[in-house]
């Protein structure tokens, strides 16, 4: 993997998944058994970790209870003897930026864990290096102290310039704050690319899970009828299909009118309606052939819709919406250029032909 200098990467991934473990290993308070770290072309591997040239905030915070939240702040300032003006000014300017101006002369264990968070992203903040490494800095603040936060580092490290790797398992946080995303899983990259790319198109069915709710993975065989609509490699042993809640439709199926440009899904059975304000979820279980029966779908439906569990429905979506997945890797299989070609559909040549890296695991 390789971060660029002035790069914000999020770190996102399931608890245990090695995420803290990674950090450790780049920062050097982890020993690598197999391959190297290199910052700015600099074999480090064998380093400690002062002598990384970076600053690392920690999950548990790791703040000097001796010393107050100034003297935990100017720390690393205090230990390279960085001209007493500069602290002056970067201890006002980060108490600022973090609310801490009135807690300048508490301990540790006079603060709440929120307020201890910010003393440590304080400390990562002046200390002046390029690179900072962040294990969940934001874990234990509340939700509008943390959307403030979000928006907060990001400034500071446009302002500084600084190559950010960022841990985090909020998906919210890694999708508005990184320029790249990292997705891993059990120790492995699971995907590799901008928010918008992990988004719009998964690289396997593990990446889904980024979008509130997932992607839905439709499992089908070979003689389901959803086989025939797959890119030939999945035709003849089956696979997988994924689409957004977004993007299905659900029409009561007495009068389902399906548009030229759609595709039936299968029929299906309401179990959950749930309105959520903005929209409604809707999870139904669909009936079809073989495989596809039992498996559900969630659809994000806008809030009048009017039908409720029990109803039947008509699961419809557009061929652009479907992402394939083979059945072994769990791999994305892209579609080829002539199975978009549809008699009497009239899509852009320049759609057809998009394809989406693979990333290397
Ligand atoms: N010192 C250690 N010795 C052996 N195994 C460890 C050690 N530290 C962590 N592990 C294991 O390595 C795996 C990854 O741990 P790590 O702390 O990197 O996870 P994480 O992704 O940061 O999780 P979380 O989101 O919960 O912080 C876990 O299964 C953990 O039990
Ligand atoms: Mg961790």
């Known amino acids: 993997m390789d971060v660029r200098s002035g790069e ?3 770190i996102l991934g399931a608890s245990g998944c090695g995420k803290s473990t990674l950090l450790r290993l780049i920062s050097g308070l982890e020993l690598v058994t197999e391959g190297t770290v290199t910052i700015n072309d600099t074999d480090v591997t ?6 990384r040239q970076l600053a690392m905030v920690f999950q548990n915070y790791a703040l000097f209870p001796h010393l ?7 720390f690393g300032l205090r230990s390279r003897r960085v001209a007493k003006q500069t602290q002056r000014e ?5 108490a600022r930026l973090l609310g801490l101006g009135d ?3 508490r301990k540790p264990s006079e603060l709440s864990g929120g307020q201890r968070q910010r003393v ?3 400390r990562a903040l002046v200390s002046g290096q390029q690179l900072v490494l962040m294990d969940e800095p934001l874990s234990n603040l509340d939700a509008k102290l943390r959307a403030e936060m979000r928006t907060e580092i990001k400034r500071i490290q446009r302002a500084l310039d600084l190559t950010i790797i960022y841990v985090t398992h909020d998906q919210v946080e890694a999708m508005t704050m990184a320029d790249r995303v990292l997705m891993m899983v059990d120790g492995r990259i699971e995907q590799l690319a901008a928010p918008d790319e992990l988004y719009r198109a998964p690289a396997t069915t593990v990446a889904r899970f980024i979008g509130s709710p997932p992607m839905n993975i439709i499992n089908f065989d070979s003689d389901s009828e959803l086989s025939s609509l797959a890119p030939s490699p999945l035709r003849d042993h089956g696979g997988a299909l994924g689409v957004r809640p977004e993007r299905l439709r659900l029409l009561p199926i007495a009068t389902a009118s399906v548009a030229g440009h759609e595709i039936e899904l299968g029929n299906a059975t309401i179990l959950v309606n749930e309105l959520l304000g903005a929209d409604r979820i809707i999870a139904a279980e669909l009936s079809g052939s073989g495989k596809v029966t039992g498996q559900h779908v969630v659809a994000r439906v806008a809030p009048e819709f009017a039908l409720d569990m029990d109803d039947q429905v008509v699961v419809v979506t557009e061929r652009e919406a479907i992402h394939w997945y083979a059945p072994d890797t769990g791999r994305r299989v892209e579609p080829t250029t002539d199975q978009h070609i549809e008699p009497g559909t009239r899509r852009p040549v320049a759609q057809q032909t998009t394809t989406v890296p693979q990333p290397s695991a």
């Open 103 to 105: 807690l300048l002369g």
């Open 68 to 74: 107050d939240v100034r003297g935990n702040i100017l």
């Open 46 to 51: 064998a380093d400690p970790p002062a002598k």
């Open 90 to 94: 970067r201890l006002s300017e980060t």
């Open 8 to 10: 914000f990467l999020a």
């Open 120 to 122: 440590a992203l304080g």
